[in-house]
């Protein structure tokens, strides 16, 4: 059986020994997880945007994982929002009243009954 901490190491080291495409990574994951127990957690809240958000709700929804999405006013339609299984506004467009306030972001994971928050 297969820790998901396992599966993330070995991917990430095949990710950067081979450099792998995006589809090769993606089918190894998968392979990986054939044997593999399932997840800690059901549902991850993503604290990142852009196209690393976009990343890491795939390789979630690849896992089984449902993702949370935090966005700013000036964020509402990006397609990492649109990317995440769920989306919650945290603030204004300004980052130290959206993203970099912890309190937001802690009720945002209450909010949601996230399990895990990435990164």
């Known amino acids: 059986m297969w ?7 070995k991917t990430s080291r095949s990710f950067v020994t ?11 994951i998968s392979r990986l997880l054939s044997s593999a127990s399932p ?4 549902k991850v809240l993503i604290a990142n945007r852009g196209e690393i958000s ?14 949370v ?6 964020d509402a339609k ?7 299984d ?8 300004a980052s130290s009243s959206s993203y ?3 309190p937001r972001v802690l009720q945002a994971i209450r909010d949601t009954g996230a399990q895990a928050v990435h990164p």
């Open 54 to 67: 976009q990343r890491v709700a795939r390789t979630c929804k690849d896992l089984g994982i449902k993702t």
């Open 100 to 102: 970099l306030n912890v």
């Open 3 to 9: 820790t998901t901490r396992q599966v993330l190491s």
């Open 78 to 84: 990006a397609p990492f929002v649109k990317a995440a």
């Open 39 to 42: 997840p800690p957690f059901s």
């Open 18 to 28: 081979n450099r792998l495409s995006q589809k090769t990574a993606t089918t190894s």
């Open 69 to 74: 999405a935090i966005y700013s006013t000036a």
């Open 86 to 93: 769920e989306a919650i506004c945290v603030g204004p467009a």
